[in-house]
């Protein structure tokens, strides 16, 4: 879905509704679980909610 740059493959979809759940997945993924060296390898929401 992604290539080396982080860009999204669109090519990769064949349905404009598969693409928004790919898109939809990645940014769950990206706030929810990723950790981000940026604010002290924590996951985002955490960060932002002061969880």
């Known amino acids: 879905m992604?290539?080396?740059?982080?860009q999204i493959?669109?090519?990769y979809f064949k349905h404009i509704k598969d693409l928004?759940?790919?898109i939809d997945d990645y940014?769950?993924?990206?706030n929810y679980q990723r950790y981000?060296?940026?604010?002290e390898y924590q996951k985002p929401m955490k960060y932002?909610?002061?969880i």
């Open 9 to 11: 493959l669109i090519k």
């Open 27 to 30: 940014i769950s993924k990206y």
């Open 20 to 22: 928004k759940n790919g």
């Open 48 to 50: 932002i909610l002061g």
């Open 36 to 39: 981000h060296s940026s604010i």
């Open 2 to 6: 992604l290539d080396t740059n982080n």
